[in-house]
């Protein structure tokens, strides 16, 4: 090892603990540089570094799996490999090939260094066990504007990999200003031509007046009046009726309108269609001048709807809170890192289940006399407060239960408190009313779970799923009402992280469905704990130590 490393990583697959890891130290190696403002591009290139390394270390891996399974050498080339490798993250995602790298020994190491004296001194070492090529770097413009130097080298058995600062490249720092007509005029004739823009005039009664030899062009059409003609008539009736006879004709908008999505499909281009995205406004003299810009270009429909883009707004906008906090927030990073889907992941969490005692129950008794949905979405509001302020998830809502993850025990347990302390104020009002007193129940489980796409192409929750999971609900279930259950796992992860921080109750063993022996579990002691120290030691969400 090299001097000055203080951390080294070994993956076999891009899961969620091995990546956090990953994250955690490049922040550190970057703020002990004092180069923390670089932290979100260099997490850029540092994944797509990864990223690219174990994908060919699995094809390698699945190659040799081919070879064993068939008996024969495979002789297929990459382009023969690749279909029967996606068909397999198809049906089992990488757990299988990252199960058969780590038994057989195949592995990608990642390592941090200590800054030294020198400023070119390594960020990270990436070792590999392959020959690295230099094309197989997909980010070479954003590490040389960032400054850095990636190099690579043999190493028994593969290759090492060195993200390095280059010694006279300071952190940029730029002053903006205005441009000039002319420069002005210079960049947007380079926009057009680089993002494939064109235009197109339109009457006032909806017909082409003007169309720009680029557009014609990017259609793969000849610039002639012929071609013209096509246009038009490729054009639907529904972008008239929306666009030029409904948007661009109304006076609060003054006659503009932006991002409405159209696709065309020219004749005899087969199955082939281009989905632009248009903006423009309506002249004085009555015409309108429309901006197209390709937005998507390929056989088969888009997944990409046409219309206006501020009516999918307002859609997403309706639809957004039957999304799971959790998926939405994959996403995002997902598309942050180039990704176009959620993959599964494998790692420990803390799994919470909060379920409401007797709501069934209370339904039944109360439908006539107040509302069980405003009753019920106000104690689950509540309940979702305590999980976000604790840095964790909703997984889902199951009628008057809910389940979330957390990366930490710790977290919780405090949110779990907060819960029971909110509760308990809420339960003093209600019985003060002369209601019915709803006590929550809640179970706790630490340990390794997959979290993935569960369902079909139509309906596909991204969950956990696992015996950690299960076990968490049947100790939620064998919970007493106003209390807080947790297992020994739970309790163990937060007395080697935090000693001292929560009071537990004795040991017992809980018999459950579906398990032979007891789960040994205890409950959290609420009156001996009190009020947790608010300080920055104690902060929810920290990582705790990973066994």
Known sequence: ??????????????????????????????????????????????????????????????????????????????????????????????????????????????????????STAALLEVDVPFIWERNQCRVERLIDALGFRLDAEAADPGSRITLSRQDDRPVERTVPQLLDDEQQAGSLGQLFDQLGYGLIHFSATGGITAVSPALLERLRLPVSSASIVQLAEAIPLSFRQDVIWGMALVDANNGAFENYRIRLQMPGAGAQSVLFNVSGFRHQDGSIHSLWQVVSQGEGASQLSEGSIISEVRIHNITRNYVPQLVEQKARDAIRMGKTSLTNEERPVAVLFCDIVGFTSYVERNAGSESVIDTLNSILRRVSVSVKRNRGAIDKFMGDCIMALFDNPAAAVLAAIDMQSHAADINSLRF????????????????????????????????????????????????????????????????????????????????????????????????????????????????????
Request: glycine share 10%; with cysteine; hydrophobic share 40%.
């Open 1 to 118: 090892m090299a001097a000055g490393v203080v951390d080294q990583i070994c993956l076999h697959a891009m899961s969620h603990g091995p990546w956090q890891e990953v994250l955690a130290g490049l922040q550190t190696a970057l703020e002990a540089r004092q180069l923390g403002q670089l932290l979100a591009p260099t997490t850029l290139i540092v994944h797509d570094l990864l990223d690219n390394a174990l994908r060919i270390m699995h094809l390698r891996v699945f190659r040799n799996i081919l070879e064993a399974e068939v008996g024969l050498p495979f002789e297929g080339g990459d382009a023969q490999l690749e279909p029967l490798y996606q068909a397999e993250l198809s049906e089992h995602g990488s757990q299988n090939i990252a199960h058969a790298c780590q038994q057989g020994g195949w592995q990608v190491l990642v390592r941090f260094s200590a800054p030294q004296s020198s």
């Open 432 to 547: 003060r009313a002369g209601q019915q007193t709803l006590q929550l129940r809640i179970g706790i489980h630490w340990g390794e779970v997959v979290i993935g796409n569960v369902g079909t192409a139509e309906r596909l929750d991204w969950t956990a799923i696992g015996d950690v999971v299960n076990t968490a609900s049947r100790i939620e279930k064998g919970c007493r009402p106003g209390s807080i259950l947790i297992s020994r796992e739970v309790m163990a992860e937060i007395e080697a992280s935090r000693p001292g921080q929560f009071a537990f109750g004795e040991i017992f063993g809980l018999q459950v469905k579906g398990k032979q022996d007891d789960l040994v579990v205890c409950h959290v002691n609420l009156a001996a704990t009190g009020a947790l120290p608010d300080s920055p030691e104690f902060l929810p969400g920290d990582a705790s130590p990973r066994r």
